[in-house]
């Protein structure tokens, strides 16, 4: 059942849909603004902020415990210096100018180091001393790139810095990327590591072994060497002098491992970031990161800058240019440095990152189940009003139907529905059925009083059907069977009006030539108006007005006598083709009878005629050649020939037409016998003009100087001529007008 916009189910949903979305509002505002999407989202920021921290923790952890408690490991050092140094009795000066002295001193070190390797459980652990060299340092870096696999042949070490005899005497391999001595520059960012601690003992000469430990950013020992961080400190002797730092190594893929992003969120879509910051601007430098999303971030320089001012505890938004979601961070300062160490102002950080998308992703669906909740609330109201309208308006749309199919030429009977309303109002419309058929009866009758060829339709435009008189199908040769009116559907109606409407009349307003069958041809006048949703319309037979007017016109148009166009029609037609524009080249060709006046005075006007239609005969030949012919006065004729590319092909018609006409003979009695003789005159379109009355008066001249000079020829216009002898053609033109 169709729903209109001002029926009784829509009148009856519009106040009921108004009190579902004030229910409905009610119960999201309930939900919206009584606290319950905030406490979810401040619930979903604790949860990432207490896993963040405990990751936290668990790194605090290993640093203090393992990474970088290096005391025994210093000791040990420190001891194997001092006996050393005893043993061969030297100073460290002397030490540090001996290279065979040092790689001694690096072979006795072997065991102390593998053994802090698996105490500190780390991917490296060196000890790099200071030489006579100022860019090579000797020293001893070893490597296990797993932890915690720890064989007793110690198969899973190797040596990266040291000496080549000391890792053959201990049957140790060579790193890939090994080398006797460490390379290290001043102004390079990677040998940070050992120049920090290094020089700053002589800036803090007071603070503890402790207190001058450095965390490096991340570097490669060389081009092919995989990204580490180290923790180094100083080496200091009794006198209180360096001579070199050890430390730890951390692979940054080893700390990626320990770096579980999937605690994160539950979909496993977080990120850690190990950053650095040395200010106060929330600006991370990279360390070592891991997830996915934090891949999909595009960032400069591997830097990531937070907003200063947090959105909760701990938790700030992340600064992405062009990028979709809101990035959120869980920022946690780790506990590298003692107070007093130097480089406290590095601020390392373990940061959680979550997209907002996934944070907040219970609020989210709260929200959406709440929204999901109302508009099906809303569905199942509209669709339960509805339904109950349905049943309401059932018999009135009954009632409705059994009214569009019936038949307004018969009375409309329609079925009781046992609401009272509803059957006085199909009471009524019975009575008002039967008074319309009886006026539609009349009207037709009318019509058909009046003795006039005329027909008329009306169509409901959202009714199938169309009301069409006994006269609109008379005047189609239609039958209409006994009825004084007729429906038929409005497919066959518009389809009747098509066909009509094929052939429009030239130049004849709302008149169409029409075959009414095979041996009639009429021409109907057809005027149709649409009017407050309906079309209304009449067609009438005009065909005899419509044949006396073409005959009024082709009599007004066109010479008695030869039945050529008339000099007016030929003006008109010629006009318009030279308007139009549309051929680059015509010839305008003026014909003169040059004995018309002695077939007249000699054997009579009727004679004359004789000749002058002969000479139409052959001349109306040019309308099949893109010509236009008109006879202009008694001797003369005119025509436009056009659509052609070269003058010559025109001249051949020309003179073809020429030639036909002299070949031409007439018998007068007596059996005489007169050749058609003419003068001929031309111009040229546009070389001689563009103007008609220009190129009339330009070939009447052509065609006088054919006459005067010798008849029966044909003569072209001559600009230079006609300036040279206009005043004495004049001059004969107008003693000839006065004989």
Not at 407 to 425: G, Q, R
Not at 481 to 503: A, P, W
Not at 585 to 607: E, P, Q, R, S, T
């Amino acid at each position: 059942m169709d729903i209109k916009i001002n029926s009784i189910i829509v009148r009856l949903l519009i106040p009921i849909f108004f009190v579902l979305i004030i229910q409905s509002l009610l119960f999201s505002e309930t939900i919206f603004s009584g606290g319950t999407i905030e406490e979810l989202n401040n619930n979903s920021m604790d949860i990432l902020n207490e896993r963040v921290l405990r990751r936290k923790h668990y790194l605090e952890n290993e640093i203090s415990q393992r990474w970088t408690n290096l005391s025994k490991f210093e000791y040990d050092i420190q001891q194997q210096m001092i006996q050393f140094l005893e043993h061969k009795e030297i100073s460290i000066e002397e030490f540090q100018n001996d290279s065979d002295l040092i790689v001694e001193f690096i072979d006795e070190l072997m065991d102390d180091t593998i053994s802090a390797l698996r105490r500190q459980m780390v991917t490296g652990v060196f000890v790099v001393l200071k030489a006579d060299s100022n860019e090579r340092y000797p020293g001893l870096y070893i490597r296990d790139m797993d932890p915690l696999f720890n064989p007793y042949d110690n198969s899973d070490i190797s040596i990266e810095i040291g000496p080549s005899s000391v890792a053959k005497k201990n049957n140790i391999s060579l790193g890939r990327s090994w080398t006797p001595t460490l390379i290290l520059k001043e102004d390079e960012d990677y040998s940070n590591f050992f120049y920090k601690p290094y020089r700053i003992t002589t800036i803090y000469p007071e603070n503890n072994f402790e207190d001058l430990g450095y965390w490096s950013k991340p570097f490669s020992l060389s081009q092919y060497d995989m990204e580490i961080i180290t923790y180094s400190a100083p080496l200091i002797d009794a006198d209180n002098n360096t001579y070199g730092v050890i430390g730890i190594e951390l692979t940054t893929d080893y700390l990626r491992k320990i770096l579980y992003y999937d605690e994160i969120v539950e979909n496993k879509k977080g990120s850690y970031l190990l950053g650095v910051s040395s200010d106060e601007n929330m600006e991370f430098q990279e360390v070592v990161s891991s997830g996915p999303l934090i891949k999909k971030l595009m960032v400069e320089e591997s830097k990531f800058n937070f907003n200063t001012q947090p959105v909760y505890t701990h938790i700030y938004e992340m600064e992405i240019e062009d990028n979709e979601e809101i990035i959120y961070g869980s920022i946690h300062y780790l506990n590298l440095y003692n107070r007093n160490n130097p480089f406290e102002n590095d601020k390392w950080a373990l940061i959680g990152i979550v997209g907002e998308n996934d944070l907040l992703k219970a609020s989210k669906n709260l929200k959406n189940n709440v929204i999901m909740a109302i508009i099906m609330y809303l569905f199942i109201g509209i669709i339960g009003v509805i339904f109950a309208g349905m049943l309401f308006v059932r018999p009135i749309a009954e009632l409705v139907k059994k009214l569009k199919i019936s038949n307004p030429e018969e009375s409309i009977v329609l079925e009781k529905t046992n609401i009272a309303e509803i059957d006085d109002l199909a009471l009524a419309i019975e009575s008002l059925s039967r008074k319309v058929a009886d006026s539609a009866s009349k009207l037709s009758q009318i019509i058909g009083m009046v003795n006039v060829p005329i027909g008329a339709f009306e169509h409901i435009l959202d009714e199938d059907r169309v009301f069409c008189t006994d006269g609109f199908f008379n005047i189609l040769g239609m039958e209409i069977g006994e009825s004084e009116s007729k429906y038929i559907s409005s497919t066959e109606f518009y389809n009747i009006l098509k066909d009509i409407q094929e052939n429009p009349e030239y130049e004849s307003d709302n008149i169409y030539f029409y075959r009414k069958n095979e041996n009639e041809k009429i021409w109907i006048y057809l005027s149709k108006e649409e009017v407050n949703g309906r079309l209304l319309g009449i067609i009438k037979d005009v065909t005899d007005d419509v044949i006396e007017k073409q005959k009024i016109e082709y009599e007004r148009d066109h010479d008695v006598l030869t039945n050529l166009m008339n000099r007016r029609a030929f003006q008109v037609q010629v006009r318009k083709k030279i308007a139009k524009g549309d051929f680059k080249l015509g010839a305008f060709v003026m014909w003169d009878i040059d004995n018309l006046k002695d077939i007249n005075d000699l054997y009579g006007h009727d004679f004359g005629d004789i000749y002058i239609k002969n000479t139409a005969k052959i001349l109306s030949e040019i309308n099949y050649l893109n010509g236009i012919v008109a006879r202009m006065a008694g001797d003369e004729f005119y025509a436009f020939i056009y659509g052609y590319d070269t003058k010559d092909e025109i001249r051949n018609i020309i003179k073809y037409m020429h030639k036909k006409l002299h070949d031409t003979i007439i018998y007068i009695p007596d059996n005489i016998q007169f050749p058609i003789e003419v003068s001929t005159g031309v111009s040229w379109y546009p070389d001689d003009s563009m103007d008609y009355d220009e190129l009339i008066k330009y070939a009447d001249f052509a065609m006088y100087e054919s006459k005067n000079n010798k008849k029966c020829e044909i003569v072209e216009f001559n600009m230079d001529k006609y300036k040279k002898n206009r005043p004495q053609i004049n001059k004969k033109l107008c003693s000839c007008n006065k004989n």
